[in-house]
């Protein structure tokens, strides 16, 4: 009876890992075919006959961070990025704990607004916005790039942050009260630390989202004056050498890597995260 | 120190009244105990005079001060939580130190008076700790330090040993006792425990569905009930009430007869005796029934009779022991009988 019924627990977990070990590779195998093209020479990559040996190259290496911009997109994605996360930081950690702690008139419809914000398709808004920025005068620029992602962003980050706001026990401000806070103090000094894995998870989602915005940044960056990594990778087929396969696949791979790294490291709150944002209150 | 004075206070919410009609008048340094069932009004009566809650109507004043108006952060009040409450991302010492900082104490008075108020409550040693890394009552205590550790005007304890097993309780409880006896301060005290309540108040405040029941001292309160609500919440087991007629001055009610009482009262009435009271005896008897249930908790038997269909409570000698469902009598402390009006359950005096 114990033995069959091992044989039985050690056959499910065999077959779980098949299908886990199945699924990271389907995951992790088309990663690891770019970062083979990557470090390869162009020829290699081209030719129609198998290749069992490959070279190792660095010729595209060399060639994003000499002839193509690669660090110039690097910047402007990190600045619009870090911009963009700090902005919907310092809105959405007020607006957050105002929807979670206060009540007043119409807090669930501003609350609902804010979250349908997110609903409607980008597409939608992208002539209004692309006109705002145009007679802003910033349109081709890093700012407007910061702007829009933290605006697109705004509302989630505001509802992951509430939700955890909402789990903090009410007693913990009622204390802080009674011994002297203010509000502003009660929430710089016990609820942002009491929600900092919600800040943080928030700023990744965000942080991912942006990243991978394509449509806003197509339309305000015109030039190769404020492209990101994403639309720059669309934009790079090469030129006059024809496509230049090994290059795509290393800028797309280094594109890849801080994002994997970032959500390797904060994979346990992230799933937390984007569920509660999802289901709660 | 500070004397408190809440005079027509009211709690609604939309049409639910939390609290009605409250007047009290809690003189300085009293520790005073609000008792009552959940949802009785004592916690948000206890929040409203913290500043955590606003009264619909009525005047909060301490020391002769109105303070409706007044903040929470600038009532002088120090507030223990039921659930500790205690920062989670600061050390115990720094958790203590919060109100310091908060209301401008000067810094070089920060360390010593931290380290004074976890002397008073045995916490010297776990400073450094974080709240989760303490055991309930270490957390118990340090939320007690940090009330203290500023000296304020009054306390307010909601419930603070309610998360506590039964032997810490009885600990914390004397040393909650001893602290507001040493620093002389002003204490409200909410519980539905009542034991805590008869050990620990100078005065209790029974409520019940939002209004006040009765103000007394423990005695006052266990001697003198005011009515069938505070007879049968005070005492475990609660005190006896039995439903009967009184006629000529007799009380009957089925198995239950009492000779003369006060004629004046004649109609339906509640008699109420406390189980400590009755007296198990051969002749003479005021009740007559069958055992239903012999409790031995060794220093004592409780004794449960069943007389017509209400079963009545008896705390009988630790040696009483008797097979069930045999005849079984009873005899009452006669100056120990209280007589309520059945239809208000008002005392009857």
């Avoid at chain 2, 958790?95 to 920060?110: A, E, Q």
Wanted: charged fraction near 20%; glycine fraction near 6%; charge should be neutral.
């Amino acid at each position: 009876m114990m033995a069959s019924q091992r044989r039985k627990r050690g056959e499910s977990r065999i077959l779980r890992y098949l299908i886990l070990g199945t699924w990271a590779l389907f995951c992790i195998v088309p990663v690891l075919w770019f970062l083979s093209i990557g470090f390869r020479p162009r020829t290699e990559i081209i030719t129609p006959s198998p290749i069992y040996w490959p070279t190792f190259s660095l010729d595209a290496w060399w060639l994003l961070w000499g002839d193509w911009p690669m660090g110039h997109y690097l910047r402007n994605s990190v600045l619009a990025i870090i911009g963009s996360v700090l902005i919907d930081l310092v809105l959405a950690i007020p607006a957050a704990y105002s929807l979670a702690r206060y009540t007043y008139r119409g807090r669930d419809d501003i609350g609902f607004y804010i979250l349908s914000t997110r609903m409607m398709a980008p597409a939608i808004v992208a002539i209004p916005i692309f006109f705002l920025f145009r007679n802003m005068g910033l349109l081709d620029t890093v700012w407007a790039l910061m702007l829009v992602y933290a605006a697109v962003n705004l509302s989630l980050v505001t509802w992951i942050i509430r939700s955890y706001m909402i789990d903090i026990p009410k007693e913990l401000e009622d204390a802080a009260r009674t011994d002297g806070a203010s509000d502003l103090r009660i929430l710089w000094e016990i609820i942002i630390p009491a929600v900092l894995p919600g800040i943080i998870t928030a700023a990744v989602i965000a942080m991912i989202f942006a990243i991978n915005e394509f449509l806003f940044t197509l339309l305000i960056a015109s030039t190769r004056n404020a492209y990101t990594m994403s639309v720059a990778l669309a934009n790079f087929t090469g030129g006059s050498d024809g496509v230049i396969y090994n290059a795509i696949a290393l800028a797309a791979f280094i594109a890849f890597v801080p994002v994997f790294i970032v959500v390797v490291l904060i994979q346990k709150h992230l799933s937390r995260g984007l569920t509660m944002g999802a289901v709660k209150g | 120190m500070a004397r408190i004075e809440l005079s027509g206070i009211q709690k609604r919410w939309g049409s639910f009244w939390g609290v009605r009609d409250v007047d009290l008048d809690i003189a300085d340094q009293e520790f005073m105990v609000f008792l009552g069932p959940s949802g009785c009004g004592k916690t948000t009566t206890m929040r409203m005079i913290a500043g955590l809650e606003e009264p619909s109507e009525g005047e909060i004043r301490m020391d002769g001060h109105v303070m409706n108006d007044v903040d929470a952060r600038d009532r002088d009040v120090a507030m223990v939580f039921q659930g500790y409450a205690l920062y989670p991302n600061m050390s115990v010492y720094e958790n203590i130190r919060f109100p310091l900082r908060m209301r401008n104490v000067m810094k070089s008075d920060h360390d010593r008076r931290v380290r004074e108020a976890a002397k008073l409550v045995e916490l010297s040693d776990y400073l450094d700790r974080k709240p989760h890394a303490l055991s309930g009552g270490q957390r118990q205590r340090a939320a007690l330090a940090r009330a203290i550790v500023r000296k304020p005007q009054v306390f307010l304890m909601d419930e603070p040993l309610s998360n506590l097993d039964a032997k810490l309780r009885q600990t914390m409880r004397v040393q909650i006792k001893h602290i507001q006896r040493q620093l002389k301060i002003t204490t409200i005290y909410v519980t539905h425990d009542q034991i805590e309540a008869m050990t620990l108040a100078d005065r209790i405040v029974i409520m019940d569905k939002g209004m006040i029941q009765q103000i007394g001292t423990p005695d006052e309160i266990y001697n003198d009930p005011a009515n069938t609500f505070v007879a049968g919440f005070i005492g475990a087991p609660p005190m006896n009430l039995i439903d009967g007629h009184l006629e000529g001055g007799t009380f009957s009610a089925p198995g239950v007869t009492v000779p003369d009482l006060a004629p004046h009262h004649d109609g339906p009435v509640i008699l109420g005796i406390r189980p400590e009271d009755c007296h198990v005896a051969e002749t003479d008897a005021h009740l007559t029934g069958q055992v239903y249930g012999v409790e031995p908790t060794g220093d004592m038997t409780y004794l449960s009779v069943l007389a017509g269909e209400k079963l009545i409570e008896v705390k009988a000698e630790r040696s009483y022991r008797k097979p069930l469902d045999v005849p079984e009598q009873v005899i009452f402390d006669r100056e120990r009988l209280y007589l309520f009006n059945a239809q208000t359950r008002e005392r009857l005096r």
